[in-house]
Structure formats: C-alpha cells, structure tokens
C-alpha cells in the first residue's frame, strides 16, 4: 500500500480542481510492513505497541527506582498516577483488603491502555493503536481469563458455576431464564462489549481527526480557504476532544475490569 493510500489522500487533490473529496477509510488504518520475516509483518502499529510498553516500564522505573522521602518531580506524578488507580478505581471497586494484590496489574493496565490512545495525537506517531480490534480484545481477554481463574479459585466448580450463571433459588420459575442469559451476557457478551467498547471510540476519534485535517488541505482552494479555516478549528476542538476521551476510555477499561474482579471476589454475583 502507498503512502498516499496510507493517509487517504492525494496532496493534489483541492476543491474546484475536479477531484471530489478523498474521504478517510478502512485504508486510513493501514500501514506496509516495517519489516517482514516470513509470513510474519511488523507494522507502526506493533512498533507503537512495543513503544508504549518501553514508555510505561521506563516512566514508572524512573520514578521509583530510588524513591525518596521528599519526592522529586518524577517520583511526584509516578505517585500521583498510582495513587489515582489504586484509591480511585481499586480501592473504590474491589475494596483495600481484597484489591491491594491487583493494585499492579491496573495501574499498568491504565496507564498502557492510556499510552496506546495517546499515540493519536502524538506527532510522527498520529494513530491510537487500540483503534485496531486485536490489541483491545488481546486486552480484554487477559482480564477475562482472570475474572473466570478467580471465579473457580474462589468458589469452586460448583460454586463457580452458580456466580457466573447468577444462581438464586428466590427467582423461582424464571431461574433457568435468568441463568441462560447470564451465561451468554458473562461469558460470551461481556469480554466483546470490553473489547469493543475502547476499539469503538478510538476508532471513531481517530476517523472524525482525519477527516478534519483531509478537509481542512481539500479546502484550501480558491473560495475554499474560508471554509478550510473553519475545518482546522474543527480538527483542534475534536484533538482537544480526544485528549479527554482517551483518559476516559482506559478509565473505563480498568473500572470494569476491577468490576470483574470484585464479582468474581464476591459471594454473590
């Protein structure tokens, strides 16, 4: 795939030039091989990936590698950043006694979903890596293997069963209802609607930027240039947009994910 395949436009392509609008799509998300070894490609998008995990072991190693008591500035937003994922996500979902052991897991989970997002706005790199479905579902599945691992360890087989299916013997007539659809909604629904719910709005953020900053160059073109300049504000207020969405989309990663644990943790489901 070309370059100008890869970012969905024609530089000579403008309004009133005869060419119509080189509308962003599924291409928009596709890159050459940085490097093949067989039928194995690497992409930007594995390379970013690979990237985000160096930027959050780096980040996190360099504030408490020596941690001190009076803490520097590093040390300062690494505790600042922990502190908010273990008291603001954790501690509030799982509890402190049972959520302290988990405490690692989410703050890493947090801050790589959070890295992976940030790619989008990031210059050279332009592009939200959990804009591609296989790195949100590789995500939600580690977090679902661990839900289904901590139900049995918890509760047994038996006891397993009836927390994933809801069993109540109050409901009655309708308890073999009720546990068919838990079966579909927690094993089957729930690790889609994970994975899916962080692809999605990467992936429409991601579109609607494009789209903007393709609009804004189409314009720019006679009597266009007016509209081209209306265009770039759009791409600066949906920049601005994503900037916040991103945090609130790995916010929500991690929340449901300790929502998983704490029911998987729970007596009754």
């Not at 030039?17 to 509308?23: I, L, Q």
């Not at 929500?252 to 943790?265: D, I, M, N, R």
């Amino acid at each position: 795939m070309s370059a100008d395949q890869t970012l969905a436009f024609d530089p000579d392509c403008h309004i009133f030039s005869g060419c119509g609008f080189p509308a962003p799509g599924l291409h928009t998300f596709m890159y050459e091989p940085i490097a093949t070894w067989g039928s194995f490609e690497f992409t930007k998008p594995m390379l970013l990936a690979i990237l985000g995990s160096l930027v959050v072991v780096g980040f996190f190693w360099a504030a408490f590698n020596k941690p001190k008591l009076i803490p520097g500035k590093m040390q300062m937003v690494g505790e600042a950043g922990y502190d908010f994922v273990r008291r603001g996500i954790v501690y509030e979902i799982i509890g402190k006694k049972d959520g302290e052991k988990y405490v690692p897991f989410m703050v890493s989970l947090f801050f790589f979903v959070w890295i992976m997002n940030l790619w989008s706005i990031i210059p050279l790199a332009q592009f939200p890596v959990t804009s591609l479905i296989a790195f949100p579902a590789a995500l939600a599945l580690i977090v679902y293997v661990m839900w289904v691992s901590l139900t049995f360890k918890k509760h047994g087989f038996a006891g397993g069963w009836k927390n994933i299916l809801g069993y109540d013997k109050s409901l009655g007539a309708i308890l073999p209802l009720i546990m068919l659809l838990e079966f579909f909604s927690n094993l089957l629904i729930r690790p889609f609607t994970h994975a899916v719910r962080l692809f999605a709005n990467m992936f429409a953020g991601h579109l609607l930027i494009v789209m903007f900053s393709l609009a804004t160059w189409y314009l720019m073109n006679g009597l266009g240039f007016v509209y081209a300049g209306a265009s770039f504000v759009m791409v600066l207020i949906m920049t601005a947009f994503e900037l916040f969405i991103q945090a609130v989309q790995a916010y929500v990663f991690v929340l449901l994910a300790c929502s998983y644990v704490q029911g998987a943790l729970s007596e009754h489901h």
